[in-house]
């Protein structure tokens, strides 16, 4: 355990989040059609912000939460099973 | 039975090398640089022979030299280097970013003048340089002050929760050069002295981020932080001194030091190796009857305002010794001193000289204090 | 709400600080699950000094160190030392370093750690400019590209640094991109079992830096690689080899014209036809260069 007095060494520790919601920062989201969708996982590779999850069936799950919405995801599809629709709040 | 202490002649570099060497530091990196480089020399001839089993990175350059000691130390390492003028400015942003970081540490200067001119030999202007750095900085008086303070730095710097770096001075050429007696402790006395190092910010079962962004709500809390550490560390400094002056059986002074100030008219102050001139020249001064006295300046920082004050108010005036100056101002010292002087009715006179390694005999010393006796001395003089 | 899968190896945390379409929190995830939570980053100023969050908490789950821009070699090099003389066993400490702090402002203190044969990675993740600051042109910016500071572009050429460290004589260099993922991993495994400095230079684009849309950015990674502008390599104890798909590049027929590469970026638009010229040349040029070192 690393233990240093209140406000002398400067440090954090890991967290969920340091920058806040980041879904929020979205303009357009990415909305993935399970029809579509082979399993490829290519998406699940290449989110550039570890953003999308495999889950036990196999399929990906895009976490909202966090998801900026650059659009990689739809670029590298394959089966153009994603696209980039409008974010409306 | 206790063994008996060895008594050497060493030139001052090897006496701080020595004493780094009974501390046990598993890393140094350090850059040659004049008048710093026997000392290195010496270290990596201990290691070579195995009397230091440390790594000593050959670093190629004095940024990345307190920069690979400051990831050591992070690491959990005792560390060391030692550097003078060009190499402390060229290692500056990294010196700032270990006092920022407070990762206790030790680092040596064997102060030098700084170009441009080019000079090679002694004066204070490196050294006053990083005094906002958050660093302990201590100043010694002669070799064996040098090989003593060594061995304090590394016992302050690991003090529990104290976490700040130290950084001693001593004169470059004059002490680093120059052969005088001291008495070394033994071996085991040292490992006593210095327990293994405790600080470490490396767990990989609890991984932090050091040196985060701070946003401007919080930095300025680690900077007060930092000055309340600093603060404490006066009395640290005390404290260790006492045990270390215990230990030794010889007056081993922490802040200040005051030779004969307590019925003196007159107090000359100052910082480093002529703090043994002025002592020369007090004697000759109390020998005409000039009832002077030297307050000696042995930690700059935190800078001992409180102290000072004390030693100085009842004084009818005071001349302050300046090796290095802040132009506009005065002498670093002496503004410094007036500082901590303000309100008080006590004029404070200062002497700049020893720049770029100028002799100063204790002649000059006793000429200038007549003239403040006379009341002919102007109030900053420079020897020129 | 069905758990996702776990994978239980060191991650980079989402909901971080990068811009939408920085490949630099994929690349760090990458390296992380690679290297394993026994690892200490250290990170010199660059846009991940940001990313890491602030004072509140950070994405890393593995310590990170950050650095001044030049020391991030040297810092590295005093922690591997330290760890070691601790009596510590299997860890891997990583600089992941921008092309600026690598190619100039931290240039001597790369070349001083890999000339010691320091043992440590250093990853420098190359988005060719001095991006944190505002798209300002490194050393690395590559010969044409609008920069703040260079805005009719650059006339001076990519400092190869790739090549740089092979003639280092350090037992592992590699060149990556992130848009061949499953290469740049292979080198990360490779690279963690080699003693000594190893060096991974990655090619890592930019979306605001570079003028593309967010989502090009393994698009541009993957043409950067297929046009030849950037050939994947690794160099082991001194023998060069292609990897990938640029194993297949030697015969020109099979790289991609360099206009596919340079139409997508904003950064190229104002390239003349000559300049256009002159970069498919150099790119043929650098191509016979590998031709020769093939054959050593």
Not at chain 2, 70 to 89: E, M
Request: hydrophobic share 40%; with cysteine; net charge neutral.
């Amino acid at each position: 355990m690393i233990e240093v007095p209140e406000y002398s060494v400067p440090l954090a520790r890991p967290k969920l989040g340091s920058a806040g919601k980041t879904g929020f920062w979205r303009t357009s989201r990415p909305v993935i059609d399970y029809q579509k969708c082979t399993k490829c996982r290519l998406c699940v590779i290449y989110c550039v912000e570890n953003t999308i999850d495999l889950m036990p069936d196999m399929y990906p799950r895009i976490d909202y939460d966090y998801c900026k919405g650059c659009g990689v995801c739809s670029n590298v599809c394959p089966h153009e099973a994603i696209t980039m629709e409008p974010e409306v709040k | 039975m206790q063994k008996a202490r060895k008594v050497l002649a060493l030139v001052g570099n090897h006496a701080v090398a020595y004493a780094v060497k009974q501390a046990k530091p598993q890393v140094l990196a350090v850059f040659p640089i004049t008048p710093q480089t026997t000392m290195l020399e010496k270290l990596a001839e201990y290691i070579a022979e195995g009397e230091l089993k440390a790594e000593l990175v050959k670093i190629e350059s004095e940024h990345s030299a307190m920069a690979t000691i400051f990831g050591a130390a992070v690491a959990g390492a005792r560390v060391f280097t030692a550097t003078s003028s060009q190499g402390l400015l060229y290692m500056t942003e990294m010196i700032y970013w270990v006092g920022g970081a407070r990762v206790p540490l030790v680092a040596a200067v064997a102060t030098r003048a700084i170009a441009a001119p080019w000079s090679i030999l002694d004066d204070h202007h490196d050294f006053v340089s990083k005094r906002d750095a958050i660093w302990i900085q201590m100043m010694a008086e002669n070799v064996q002050d040098a090989y003593d303070l060594t061995l304090m730095a590394f016992r302050i710097s690991e003090y529990p929760n104290l976490l700040l770096p130290v950084m001693m001075g001593f004169d470059g050429f004059i002490l680093t050069h120059t052969m005088e007696r001291l008495e070394v402790l033994n071996d085991e006395e040292v490992d006593e002295f210095l327990p293994p190092r405790k600080f470490n910010l490396i767990d990989f079962e609890d991984p932090v981020s050091i040196g985060q962004v701070a946003d401007s709500s919080e930095y300025i809390k680690y900077r007060y932080s930092a000055m309340k550490a600093m603060e404490n560390a006066k009395s640290v400094i005390e404290e260790v001194s006492k045990e270390y002056s215990k230990l030794v059986g010889r007056n081993v002074p922490g802040l200040v030091e005051d030779f004969m100030c307590d019925d003196a008219d007159y107090a000359i102050v100052a910082m480093g190796a002529w703090s043994g001139d002025v002592r020369e020249a007090v004697r000759r001064l109390r020998g005409e009857g000039i009832k002077s006295c030297l307050l000696k300046v042995k930690t700059f920082r935190p800078f001992p305002k409180e102290l000072i004050r004390k030693y100085l108010s009842e004084k009818k005036a005071v001349l302050v010794m300046d090796r290095a100056y802040s132009y506009g101002l005065g002498g670093v010292l002496a503004s410094e001193v007036k500082s901590a002087m303000y309100g008080l009715q006590v004029p404070v006179y200062n002497f700049v000289a020893g720049l770029g390694g100028q002799d100063v005999r204790p002649t000059v010393i006793v000429d200038m204090a007549k003239k403040l006796h006379e009341g002919t001395l102007q109030e900053e003089v420079w020897l020129v | 709400m069905t758990e996702a899968l776990r994978l239980d190896n060191a991650r980079f945390l989402r909901g971080n600080a990068a811009c939408p379409g920085c490949p630099i929190p994929k690349e760090l995830d990458t390296l992380l699950s690679v290297m394993g939570k026994r690892t200490v980053l250290v990170v010199p100023a660059s846009c991940t000094s940001v990313i890491l969050g602030d004072t509140r908490g950070t994405p890393s789950t593995v310590p990170v160190i950050h650095s001044a821009m030049a020391a991030s070699a040297a810092i590295a090099s005093g922690v591997e030392r330290a760890l070691r003389a601790r009596g510590e066993k299997d860890f891997n400490v990583v600089v992941w370093a921008g092309d600026g702090a690598t190619g100039d402002i931290g240039f001597a203190t790369l070349s001083g750690a890999a000339e010691r044969n320091e043992n440590i990675l250093y990853v420098c993740y190359d988005n060719e400019a001095f991006m944190n600051t505002g798209i300002q042109r490194s050393s690395l910016t590559p010969y044409g590209a609008w920069t703040t500071t260079t805005p009719e572009g650059k006339r001076e050429f990519k400092k190869p640094l790739p090549l740089v460290m092979m003639q280092h004589r350090i037992p592992y260099v590699a060149t990556a991109s992130i848009g061949y993922i499953f290469d740049y991993e292979q080198k990360l495994r490779k690279a963690k079992d080699v003693k000594g400095f190893r060096y991974i230079h990655l090619l890592s684009p930019c979306p605001p830096g570079w003028r593309y849309d967010s989502s090009l950015t393994v698009e541009v990674a993957k043409l950067a690689v297929d046009t030849g502008i950037w050939p994947l390599f690794e160099v082991e104890n001194g023998e060069f080899r292609l990897t990938s798909v640029s194993k297949t590049h030697l015969d020109k027929s099979r790289r991609k014209p360099v206009e596919a590469y340079l139409k997508l970026q904003g950064r190229f638009k104002n390239l003349t036809q000559e300049q256009v010229q002159e970069i498919q040349r150099m790119i043929d040029e650098m191509w016979e260069e590998i031709k020769a070192l093939l054959k050593k």
